[in-house]
């Protein structure tokens, strides 16, 4: 038997209170908690000796309980002539001074001032329905009148944000405001508990403001205050722990396992997010261990980008490899700090327990697991604004190589690698570095940022791998052509990481990137070892309307126009490049600007399959040869694109590719001293046409 409100509207009129009650009739109906679940927080704010005025107080047994355990002096109001009366019979033999009359709690006609303290059991959720907050309003103005100075408004709700943005802007200036998040509590018409938790208000008024608002929050009935700086401070904070219950809720009844729910844990005391927690289950399975109920996997620091952690496609595989039922992978934030493993976990234990999936026995052993058994390692180097993207991060993070890599993070996406580059200290500048996805290398000694240096000879990404092995495709007697140098076009520049490779290692290549954001070159020249000079130009614009230019003037041609540009609208499905860069009407215009050797490269990074057909089907319209490298363990695409059909058919992959691709090898190693760490064969071997 449902005896909820249908609409929120009903939640706060009299007549719907005096159908309830009549259809509750005499078992007493706890909204949000009863004594027992509310006690601990009542008795630190409201005294026995106070003169206690309880609004809305229905058929509650809350004032009985606490006239019982000693609260002499309480008032209780409501609406409903039903309740009033009901409760005045109950209590008139074993409780003669506790008085229940029906009164509006907009105008009691009180004495100012007569009160030390207000307790409200969601009656300020129910009135704040109506007449868009104006009757809760009236309703606050009236306990403030009549609370004395230092007197005390506890408000029991679930704090929706409409009802508690009123009451927090209502007493923001001139009382001191703390929130009390309670854990969900249960609900005696329901099997589950509610989804959202109970909240408890304490307003305490002051004889005189403050200069500034006092804001705080605690999580249970004990624990220590949070100071908030703002109104919208506090109501975001309160909306991160109903969000967490809601997480809660939902994961009692089990994921499916394509959904990743996640949620951050914050430093208690400064706010600030601590850990970011996602739980991934894994479809059952009859090979899995009957014990393999749950686990907590750490991610090392400086690693949360990496594919297996940051993607969900990674989440999953994670999970999968490690056979349990549910995994709660988590992930460290930056500028926190963390002890060491043992530390980490006993910090975790008390809360990651709470997401234990359902049918979990109890006493449960839960494992921590974690690679290598440390916690990483990240040092911030640089920090910064940029006014199209927004705060960013420059970090060195060790590897899973053992080597130390320098990454870009925007924090408006701070599970994406912007750029990456891998360091080499000082001292080992002059030896040749070793080879990607080898043995794991020993772990170089810790030097300061100022003595690490990039290696300009490694590629961190591997289509940047893929695009630089793409130049065989122009053929080795167009590399070489010293009298007529590769003219490359990169849109998009990052850490520099590809353009400064290309204009080292290939032989006379000039080459011109495009990029959006100053920021972003600045970023590159002081971290990631980029340079400018005669055969490597930037120019800061926008790449669409760079290339538009350059067609409608018209007379300069290139052999090679690369695409390596992010989109910024996460919504899409393709992170990489924004829709603008793959219309029909663009890729013309890029047709048009190559030479008649020419290549388009394109890194593509699309979810969505309808739309990858899509943007296929549009790089087909123009370019008559069209192959296709995939990234593994990625979501990445290279396209490459040929301007001609030269000597090969349009739907077969040159025979003499092979060859070309050791040729370029060999050349690229003869401009370096220690040779580029990139093999040009093994990125081509899987080239498809499209």
């Not at 006609?109 to 009656?123: C, R, V």
């Not at 309670?182 to 959202?196: C, H, I, K, T, V």
């Not at 929050?217 to 722990?241: N, W």
């Not at 290598?372 to 180097?381: A, K, N, P, S, Y």
């Amino acid at each position: 038997m449902s005896l909820l409100p249908r609409t929120a509207e009903e939640f706060s009129s009299a007549d719907y209170w005096e159908r309830f009650f009549r259809k509750r009739g005499e078992k007493a109906f706890e909204w949000y908690g009863d004594y027992n679940s509310l006690c601990g927080v009542l008795h630190k704010y409201i005294k026995p000796r106070d003169k206690v005025l309880v609004v809305g107080c229905g058929n509650s047994e809350l004032s009985e309980q606490l006239y019982d355990v000693g609260y002499r002096q309480l008032t209780n109001i409501d609406i409903s002539e039903t309740v009033v009366s009901h409760m005045n019979q109950r209590n008139a033999e074993r409780r003669p001074d506790l008085s229940f009359l029906q009164l509006d709690a907009t105008q009691t006609g009180f004495e100012s001032g007569s009160f030390q303290a207000t307790l409200d059991k969601g009656t300020l959720d129910a009135m704040a329905s109506e007449e868009d907050g104006a009757l809760a309003g009236r309703m606050l103005a009236e306990v403030g009148r009549v609370l004395a100075v230092g007197g005390r408004y506890v408000c029991i709700t679930l704090a929706q944000e409409h009802v508690i943005k009123l009451a927090v802007e209502h007493f923001a200036m001139g009382w001191a405001v703390r929130i009390h998040c309670l854990s969900g509590q249960q609900n005696e018409e329901s099997d589950s508990s509610f989804a959202l938790p109970v909240f408890v208000l304490v307003c305490t008024k002051f004889r005189q403001a403050p200069p500034f608002a006092v804001l705080e929050l605690c999580q249970g009935e004990d624990g220590a205050p949070s100071r908030l700086a703002s109104v919208e401070e506090l109501l975001s904070a309160v909306k991160e722990r109903q969000a967490y219950n809601l997480m809660l809720h939902k994961l009692r009844g089990g994921t499916d396992s394509s959904s990743t729910p996640s949620l951050t844990l914050c430093n208690a005391v400064s706010g600030h997010p601590r850990y970011t927690l996602a739980v991934q289950d894994s479809p059952s399975s009859a090979k899995t261990p009957r014990s393999n109920h749950f686990a907590i996997f750490i991610v090392p620091q400086g690693r949360e980008s990496d594919w297996l952690y940051g993607s969900a496609e990674g989440r999953a595989q994670l999970a999968s490899s490690a056979k349990f039922r549910r995994l709660v992978i988590v992930a460290m934030h930056r500028d926190q700090e963390y002890e060491d493993m043992q530390a980490v976990q006993s910090e975790l234990s008390p809360v990651v327990m709470e997401l234990a999936p359902p049918g979990m026995p109890a006493n449960q052993q839960v494992p921590f697991l974690s690679v290598g058994g440390d916690l990483g390692w990240r040092e911030v180097i640089g920090r910064g604004l940029s006014a199209l993207t927004g705060e960013y991060s420059v970090e060195d993070v060790r590897g899973e190589d053992g080597h130390l890599y320098r990454r870009l993070i925007f924090m408006n996406n701070s599970q994406l690698v912007q750029s990456e580059s891998r360091l080499q200290s000082a001292s080992a500048a002059s030896s040749a570095p070793k080879k990607k996805n080898k043995k794991k290398a020993k772990q170089p000694a810790l030097t300061g940022a100022k003595d690490r240096s990039v290696d300009r000879g490694f590629l961190c990404c591997t289509h940047h791998e893929v695009m630089v092995a793409g130049l065989a495709m122009l053929g080795m007697d167009a590399i070489n052509n010293k009298d007529q140098p590769v003219s490359v076009l990169l849109v998009g520049l990052g850490g520099g990481g590809l353009p400064q490779f290309v204009r080292d290692f290939v032989p006379c290549a000039r080459v011109e990137v495009v990029e959006l954001d100053p920021t972003v070159l600045e970023v590159a020249q002081t971290w990631f070892g980029f340079q400018i000079d005669d055969r490597l130009k930037v120019t800061l614009g926008d790449g669409l309307e760079h290339i538009k230019t350059l067609e409608s003037e018209g007379g300069r041609y290139f052999d090679v126009i690369m695409f390596d540009v992010d989109s910024k609208d996460t919504t899409l499905g393709m992170s990489c490049p924004p829709p603008a860069f793959v219309e029909t009407s663009l890729l013309k215009k890029v047709y048009s600007l190559l030479s008649p050797r020419g290549l388009f490269m394109l890194n593509l990074v699309c979810r969505d399959s309808a739309l990858r057909k899509s943007v296929l089907d549009h790089v087909h319209s123009v370019f008559p040869c069209v192959f296709s490298r995939g990234i593994e363990g990625e979501v990445n695409e290279v396209l490459l694109c040929c301007r001609s059909t030269g000597e090969h058919k349009p739907h077969t992959i040159p025979q003499t590719l092979q060859q070309t691709a050791k040729d370029l090898q060999k050349t690229l190693r003869a401009n370096s001293q220690t040779g580029p760490q990139i093999d040009i064969t093994a990125m081509l071997n899987d080239l498809k046409v499209v």
